[in-house]
């Protein structure tokens, strides 16, 4: 995976949890696959607002 640069700002906060994640030996967090089937299922249903207000 090829990770570019990020925008000053962003260092401070998505730039420390990135250092975090890529130091972890933990592996990837989550079933993606799961996470994915979830997705799906939650995009089918037709009794979710489209815009909660």
């Keep these: 995976m090829t990770v570019h640069g990020m925008p000053q700002g962003y ?4 730039g420390a949890i990135r250092r975090r994640i890529r130091q ?3 592996g990837p967090a989550g079933d993606l696959i799961r996470a994915a089937e ?3 299922q939650m995009a089918r ?3 979710i607002s489209a ?3």
Excluded: C, G, K, M
């Excluded at 260092?11 to 998505?14: A, C, I, K, L, Q």
């Design 24 to 26: 972890s030996t933990e």
């Design 11 to 14: 260092e401070d906060s998505v």
């Design 38 to 40: 979830i997705l799906v």
């Design 51 to 53: 815009n909660p207000a």
């Design 45 to 47: 249903r037709s009794d």
